[in-house]
Structure formats: C-alpha cells, structure tokens
C-alpha cells in the first residue's frame, strides 16, 4: 500500500458558474478549474515535491442545449462525464491503495471519490470537516441549483441514490461529517435538509479557534481525519481564489484550525477544491495570441 497519493484531479463539470465572470467566455470560466488545479499541484510541488502522484484525465468537451444553458441528465448537469471520470478516480486509488490522499481540485466533486475510498478504508474509525462557506448536499432534480459540486457532501454521506449511480465504494454517516464556515444562500435554502440529514455545522464566528472542532471530534470518537478545503470559505478582502465571494473566514483563521487537528489526529485526507485562477485565465488568452507562443 502507498502511504501517500497526491491526486491531481482537474474536473470542471460538477460547477455551473459562469454566471459568476462577465469578463470571461463561458467556456473559460467553466473549464478555470481545469487551471486551477494545475496550479495548485505546481505550488505544491514547489513545496514538497511527490514521487506518488497521479492525474485524473478530464475531458473537455463543452456541452450547451438549445437554449445555451449547460446539458442536464437526470437532474445533474453533465452527468455522464462525471460518471466516467469518478469511475477514473476510484481506479487509479484502487490501483495504488493510498493510505493518505492529497486531492487537488477543480471543483468540490473530486472529494468525493477519495473520501469514499477512505471511508471505506477506515470505517466508523474516519471523520470529515468540510470547510466550506456551501454545505453542498443538494440532491439530483433540485430546481435550486443542478451541478454536482452542490452535490458533494450528499454524495459522500450517501444520499439521493448518489453513492449508486456513481459506484461509490463507501458512505460516511452523517453524525461523522462537520461543515465548517457556513455563509451563503446556499447554507440558508438547505438549512431545514441538513437537519433533516443530521448534518452538524459551526459557523465562522464558531470557528475561531480550534477548540469547538477538536471537541466535536472527540465527541465522535474520531480516529483519523478527512478535510475539505473549499477557498471560497475564505473572507474574499483577504483571498479571493474561488468562486463565490461570502466566505468569512481568515487564512489565519483556517490555517490554525487544520494545524491544530493534524496535531491531535491523524489526517488521512485533504482536498484543496474550487480553485478558479480568473488572473492566469486571463493571462493565458493573451499568451494565445502572442507570437512564438505556440511555435516549439
């Protein structure tokens, strides 16, 4: 078994956010992710660089109906592209059974085929904080919102038939997940399912120090640890690397909290997610244009 596998996973399908930046084409926006996860494996290989790392092969097809709008499949939108490349994931975690996975997204889905795997692995043993201004349990057919990424922590904990229509190995209870960071609309249109899926949650202002995370944790006697890392659970005046601009939380703030788990626990999972690099986007479509760019 590999101890540690860093899994470069640069899906773009599971977001529907182009609405989010006028000053790129739909397509750029839609696919940023693709560069941001590139990114995110390039800084952290400038850190610690991995001899165990694999990459998630995404397509890059881009898909609109009639009406321009992204093509929904039975209420998720692109659903057979995500269905073949977590069917990508889990091979390549089969293959080289990590014991620890460093996931470098693209958007909030790739947490899902690693999470499960480890889920799997460690049982009633793992627990998972998902920091993240979105609890992202929508459900397949929501009229709310019908990208999967919205999906993420459902998929996980294994509602909405998610965990068979995506051949997931394992699902985690419920009463072992805490969302961490909660501001938006989301958090607000889906407060009454979290409840109603038994999801626990501390808000920013809970959260400002580690003491109410370490205590949830001992509370659900949790061995080992997963986290998710959305950046957009980051206030956008400090950082602004994501989509979605109501997150409160400080780098600080969050940087203290993981320390301070990864101290007490064992952290068998972390997924950085949501990483969508608008400046570089940009900076790429002038470098398309410049000469003796693309002659080699």
């Known amino acids: 078994m590999a101890h540690l596998l860093r899994l470069v996973y640069p899906q773009w399908q599971g977001g529907d956010i182009a609405g989010w930046f006028d000053d790129l084409s739909p397509k750029e926006a839609a696919q940023g992710y693709v560069l941001g996860a590139q990114i995110l494996s390039l800084l952290a290989d400038s850190i610690a660089p991995s001899e165990n790392t694999a990459v998630v092969e995404v397509a890059t097809d881009f898909a609109l109906d009639s009406a321009g709008r992204r093509v929904v499949q039975d209420g998720i939108i692109d659903k057979a592209a995500l269905m073949r490349q977590t069917k990508a994931a889990l091979a390549i975690l089969e293959a080289r059974k990590p014991a620890k996975i460093l996931t470098l997204g693209g958007e909030c889905a790739v947490s899902v085929p690693s999470f499960c795997y480890l889920a799997h692995l460690y049982a009633d043993d793992v627990a998972l904080l998902w920091i993240d201004a979105h609890p992202d349990i929508g459900l397949p057919g929501d009229e709310f919102y019908k990208g999967y990424h919205a999906m993420a922590v459902s998929a996980i904990i294994g509602q909405g038939g998610l965990t068979q229509t995506f051949g997931l190995p394992a699902a985690l ?114 470098l398309q244009g410049l000469p003796l760019v693309k002659e080699v």
């Open 173 to 286: 209870a419920p009463q072992k997940v805490l969302l961490v960071g909660l501001h938006s609309d989301e958090a607000t249109h889906y407060a009454a399912r979290q409840r109603e899926f038994g999801l626990e949650s501390l808000a920013p202002k809970e959260a400002t120090d580690s003491k109410n995370v370490l205590q949830w944790l001992d509370k659900v006697r949790a061995k080992k640890v997963m986290i998710h890392l959305d950046l957009d659970v980051f206030d956008p005046k400090e950082l602004y690397a994501a989509v979605g601009n109501t997150g409160q939380m400080s780098i600080e703030q969050v940087s203290r909290i993981i320390q301070d788990v990864a101290k007490k626990f064992d952290v068998v999972g972390l997924s950085v997610a949501e990483h969508l690099p608008q400046v570089q986007i940009k900076l790429k479509r002038l």
